[in-house]
């Protein structure tokens, strides 16, 4: 019922005077969340009364709070709707098995699996399992030991070991804090247990134990979709390659040892037992003593993993490609190499449109081997400083996705834009160009009465108080007002707001103005790799005297008015300013923005993009202490 009131709050407000909701993407995200609580009501129609309901309470709740609808795959919490389908019919507590044989059936259907499960949030457990609501852990994992005998009895000892070890390692677990994690590695676990029984030859355990062990104490969770979906093609495939694999004498440690499980994805169709023979061979050579010494990095393997399973899944590749491909790339790895072939198979024909946009030019064909054999040198006319700077962005392949996108919209002025954020960046002239007057209406007004704002808003600030540091952050986070291009044009996606580089296009084309507009900047809240943990964006707008004020905005992800309201504070009484704040209703004050510099704008008080006018915002209210 909560969630029923919560979709008419959201929506009833949006329906237009026929009855409808008027905007496009309103309706359609509107029909996933309707459908997603339908598929909860269908779920748990006739629930058992010896039902175990704390139980089924985390899966609603799983389905509701953890996993997002999605436009692109509005079905994507099915499988958890289908699972609560049958808890609820059962007595007693949950013993695994029903899931874990769902998910060995998954596992058997053809590749890509990763990039399937990737979409499907079924095969990650990066937010952790439904379960381990309302039991200690010793209950759960004393069923499952009392049935893996019944699931998969040939790898009975190993996986047992690896429940044992599971124990000790969440015994040191403190809680609540540590709860997700321990979710999350007895959901790992569940899916290992999965992959073992859905082999079709009897593997041998000797060889197994290695690879259990190294998913099990992998660090990064990003990866285990694809070390799952690896080890299910390992036990799926014969004992020869299982030998080879599973050789004594593989060195470089577990990264080493888990990255050959990609290479099984291409058997039968495009490699064969010699052919995997023939690359663990190259790999572990001395000429690829420095390919091995990367791949112990967890960015490089990381891309590694998730280029070639876009590979499989590419349009641009053909048969007689793959074996050369994955040759040079063992004999000369690079993070670069990786990066550029992930953008390639990821787009097919957008990767082209956006290398013309950019003034490069390549020979199609054969392109991936090229690549794999010289990196960002296969394309002819590329800066090196651009490659190099696009490489050490989080998220890369989405500004080639977004440009061409725009290309395919055909938003000429935001196509513009998008060039001059990656040129002005690449050569450190950023700033004075977010920062200049030229079509930007608003700044020409801002500078007549505060000059000094030319500089941009680091020259303005110098930082945060201790007291406000210590009421937002927790160990190891900062806060910074942003103004940094990459942290501009990707907090939308590491937030999860509207206006990412991959949201709806009616949103997404509004995000060059937060990039390229110097009335723009953000407070962030940043973790220890430097990812924004949550965020708020700040404007220079004109109070009702045509003066400079300060407008802050939602916080993100949560969307509330006040989460940096002290940091606002803070950066207000340096620059003497007036300070403005988002409300929810109108409070008789207002401020408002000229034309900017980009076509679209995103404001929160009108909840979809405007096209370039002015623009009075009526619901803030002037921050008063």
Not at 80 to 108: F, N, R, V
Not at 265 to 285: G, H, N, T
Request: overall charge neutral.
């Amino acid at each position: 019922m909560s969630e029923v009131d919560s979709i008419e709050e959201k929506y009833i407000p949006r329906v237009g005077w026929d009855g409808n909701l008027s905007d496009h993407d309103d309706y359609v995200e509107f029909k996933i969340y309707s459908r997603r609580l339908l598929y909860l009501y269908a779920a748990c129609y006739g629930f058992s009364q010896q039902g175990d309901i704390a139980e089924l309470m985390s899966y609603i709740k799983s389905v509701l709070y953890i996993i997002e609808p999605s436009n692109s795959f509005p079905d994507n919490i099915w499988h958890i709707a289908k699972e609560l389908a049958y808890l609820s019919k059962q007595p007693g507590s949950i013993d695994y098995c029903h899931y874990i044989s769902t998910l060995a059936h998954c596992l058997k259907t053809p590749a890509p699996v990763a990039l399937q499960f990737k979409n499907l949030k079924q095969l990650s457990d990066i937010k952790g399992f439904a379960l381990l609501e309302s039991k200690p852990l010793d209950k759960y994992l004393t069923v499952l030991r009392a049935n893996i005998d019944k699931i998969a009895p040939e790898y009975s000892q190993v996986l047992l070991d690896a429940v044992d070890d599971l124990e000790k390692e969440c015994a040191g677990i403190s809680l609540p804090e540590g709860k997700p994690d321990i979710k999350a590695k007895v959901h790992r676990l569940l899916m290992i247990i999965a992959a073992c029984k859905s082999s079709k030859e009897i593997m041998d355990t000797s060889v197994l134990v290695h690879f259990v062990r190294a998913i099990m104490e992998h660090g990064n969770k990003k990866n285990i979709p694809y070390l799952i979906a690896g080890l299910a093609r390992l036990v799926q495939s014969t004992p020869k390659i299982q030998k080879i694999l599973g050789a004594p004498g593989i060195s470089g440690g577990p990264h080493l040892r888990m990255a050959p499980l990609q290479w099984l994805a291409f058997v039968p169709d495009r490699l064969s037992e010699d052919d995997i023979k023939e690359l663990c061979q190259s790999l572990q050579a001395p000429s690829a003593s420095k390919s091995r010494r990367r791949m112990k990095d967890g960015k490089i393997f990381h891309q590694w993993l998730s280029t070639l399973e876009q590979m499989l899944a590419s349009e641009v590749m053909n048969k007689a490609m793959v074996m050369p491909i994955l040759k040079k790339l063992t004999q000369s790895l690079t993070y670069e190499k990786l990066g550029w072939l992930y953008m390639l198979f990821n787009m097919g024909d957008r990767f082209t449109a956006f290398l013309d946009r950019m003034g490069l030019s390549c020979q199609k064909e054969g392109l991936p081997l090229m690549i794999a054999e010289k990196g960002a040198d296969a394309l002819v006319g590329v800066n090196k400083k651009f490659s190099k700077w696009l490489m050490k962005q989080r998220h890369h392949h989405l500004l080639p996705f977004y440009m061409a996108s725009m290309i395919e919209q055909g938003n000429a002025a935001v196509i513009d834009l998008t060039h001059q954020f990656i040129e002005t960046s690449v050569n450190s002239t950023f700033i004075q160009s977010r920062q200049s007057t030229l079509n930007n209406p608003h700044l020409q007004a801002v500078y007549k009465k505060y000059p000094r704002f030319e500089a941009g808003w680091g020259a303005n600030f110098s930082g945060f108080s201790e007291e406000t540091r210590n009421k937002l952050l927790s160990q190891g986070e900062t806060l910074k007002l942003t103004e940094d291009p990459w942290d501009l044009f990707i907090s939308g996606l590491e937030v999860k707001s509207c206006i990412s580089p991959d949201g709806l296009h009616s949103y997404r084309r509004g995000l060059m103005s937060y990039v390229m507009d110097g009335r723009n900047a953000m407070i962030v809240i940043k973790n220890q790799k430097g990812n924004i943990l949550s965020r708020s964006v700040i404007r220079m707008v004109l109070d009702q005297d045509d003066s400079p004020a300060l407008l802050l905005e939602k916080g993100y992800p949560d969307q509330s008015n006040l989460l940096f309201i002290d940091a606002a504070r803070d950066i207000a009484d340096e620059m003497e300013l007036p300070l403005y704040r988002c409300v929810d209703a109108k409070k008789g004050e207002k401020v408002k923005v000229l034309e900017g510099r980009a076509p679209f704008d995103y404001f929160d008080e009108f909840l979809s993009t405007k096209e370039r006018q002015e623009l009075t915002i009526t619901k803030v209210q002037r921050d008063v202490r």
